[in-house]
């Protein structure tokens, strides 16, 4: 970790790619911090309420920002409409204070049916 952390600070730009596929299941359950199923912590173990594109000051996906979003259900993540359908959600996280993603937590997949599977990019600079 502390190398990384010197490779950011050195760095004028860094960014990292997650990627979420899921079926029957719920991104938020509500729009409260204890409602989020699916989230990523940052390198001081915060809990990310923004997917990677998404915006970082509040809530959501990458789709939320431009209402490409399939779900009606909050309209945040396309990880929200639990139809039982694949769906996505994916995009870079860019704000070097919470980089680099140090772990993911899926949620709402104890049914059968119900399944979440992560990408995580590598951490990418530019010095």
């Not at 789709?63 to 399939?70: F, P």
């Amino acid at each position: 970790m502390a190398q990384m952390l010197s490779v950011i600070n050195a760095s004028t730009s860094c960014k990292q790619y997650l990627k979420v596929r899921c079926i029957g299941t719920y991104f938020f359950g509500s729009l409260t911090e204890a409602g989020h199923n699916i989230y990523w912590s940052s390198r001081d173990g915060e809990r990310m309420l923004y997917w990677g594109g998404g915006n970082p000051n509040g809530w959501g996906c990458a789709c939320a920002l431009d209402n490409t979003c399939v779900s009606s259900n909050l309209g945040l993540c396309n990880c929200n409409t639990n139809d039982g359908n694949w769906r996505e959600d994916e995009g870079y996280v860019t704000d070097t204070s919470k980089l680099p993603v140090s772990q993911l937590h899926g949620g709402d997949t104890g049914s059968s049916g119900e399944e979440i599977h992560f990408t995580v990019g590598p951490l990418e600079c530019v010095l």
